[in-house]
Every structure is written in C-alpha cells, then in structure tokens.
C-alpha cells in the first residue's frame, strides 16, 4: 500500500541552525501540507501547496518556514533559523486530485531544537 | 473559519464497555469531517471521514461516526472498545478538503 514516508524521524538541531525535513508523497498526488504537532498539544495546518505554489498558510508559517518540491518527488519543509519552540512533530501529507479524497499522512518528524 | 472542538481532553472507559467522543464544528458550510487515530509515537491514521450523503459513516477497527448538521455534531462512537484502542483521537475539519483544523485531542485510557 502506497504510503508518505518522512525522513529524518528525529532531527535533534542547535537553535539558529537551519533544518530541511523531507517528505515523499503518495506518487500520484497533487495537493501536499505540513501541518506541526508541539507535544501533548493538537496538530497544528502550517501550509499546503499545490501546482507548485502555496495555496494557503496558517499564521505559524512566517519568514522563517518555507516549503519547496525540488523534483517529482520530494516535497521538503525548511526551517531558517530554529528556535527553541520550533520543536514539535512535524507532520506531511499528500492528497489525490477530487473532492472526496482524504489526505494520507506520514509517520512525522520529530525537531528538537536545543 | 473553521474550527473543531473537541469537549473531553481525557475520556477513561472499561474494555467491552461502549465509547463515546464528542466533537462539535463550527463552519458555514457543509464541511468535509474526519476522525483521526494517533497511538503513542505515532503518525495520524485516518478512522472514517464525512463528504456528503449518508450522515452515519463506518470506518476502521469498529468505529462509526454520526454526522449532526443541527447539532455542529459529528461524535465518534464503538460499541465495545478493546484495550487496543487507548490512543489519541482527533476530530478535523476541513474546507473544501483543503487544509484541515484539528481539534485537540481526546486520550482514551481503557481499563481492564
């Protein structure tokens, strides 16, 4: 069964250090999102992005998120400079094109910054 | 916007007895509703979700879920739960299955 897989698993990373976390959809999806889990509290939408471009953003997306799809196959989160409250479970899921599709999610990366 | 509630941070039931958990929505349209199970350390695996038509849907592992357009209801329910089924459920809404809000969290402990 096709599955989005996520590396790293965990990512440990000092504060002020960028991190790119990576994601491989579902290969024939197009919509894609990274949604944030802090611990013990709810997920959290952060964006999604569709046809190469954001499509919408939550207020947690500042200057320092950016999202990227750099070929067919990987659709990447990049965090600038990390802060000690970057650290969370981070979170890709990809959907199919129609409307009565769901979105399948991966088994998340978990940040922590220190 | 959308938003989900989820009124029970904590729920604790005795294996074989029936569950329960509320979620209510607050959206101007018909909105697209899913449940969602997370076991410890795990990613999100989705239990059963609401587009349109029948307003009671079934999902996985026994589950089932009643979609109350009056109520801004769409609780999830099991008649008999297994201890297998203590993790993490989250309610989620979405426009247009475009980005989805979650509620936050129900954790069901199941005694035995």
């Known amino acids: 069964e096709p599955e989005v897989t996520q590396t790293p698993s965990h990512q440990v990373t000092q504060m002020g250090q960028e991190v790119i976390l990576r994601c491989v959809p579902i290969?024939?999806?197009?919509?894609f999102y990274w949604y944030r889990q802090i611990l013990g509290q709810k997920v959290e939408f952060l964006v999604s992005?569709?046809?190469?471009?954001?499509?919408?953003k939550s207020e947690i997306f500042d200057d320092q998120f950016s999202v990227e799809r750099p070929d067919g196959s990987n659709f990447t989160l990049k965090i600038r400079s990390t802060k000690l409250e970057d650290s969370a479970m981070y979170f890709c899921?990809?959907?199919?094109?129609?409307?009565?599709?769901?979105?399948?999610f991966g088994q998340g990366t978990r940040l922590t910054v220190v | 916007a959308q938003s989900v509630t989820q009124p029970d941070i904590h729920i604790t039931v005795s294996e074989g007895a029936s569950l329960e958990l509320r979620c209510n929505y607050s959206?101007?349209?018909?909105?697209?509703l899913f449940w969602y199970v997370q076991s410890p350390g795990q990613g999100l695996q989705l239990l059963l979700k609401?587009?349109?038509?029948?307003?009671l849907v079934q999902g996985i592992k026994g589950f089932e879920a009643e979609f109350k357009r009056s109520q801004s209801s769409f609780n999830l329910r099991k008649p008999s739960v297994h201890w297998s089924d203590a993790a993490e459920y989250f309610c989620?809404?979405?426009?247009?299955?475009?980005?989805?809000?979650f509620g936050a969290g129900t954790r069901l402990t199941v005694k035995p």
């Open positions: 992005f569709y046809n190469n471009e954001i499509s919408e």
């Open positions: 989620a809404v979405g426009e247009n299955n475009n980005d989805m809000r």
């Open positions: 290969s024939n999806h197009l919509y």
């Open positions: 609401y587009f349109s038509g029948d307003t």
């Open positions: 959206y101007g349209a018909t909105p697209y």
């Open positions: 899921a990809s959907r199919p094109m129609g409307g009565n599709t769901e979105a399948f």
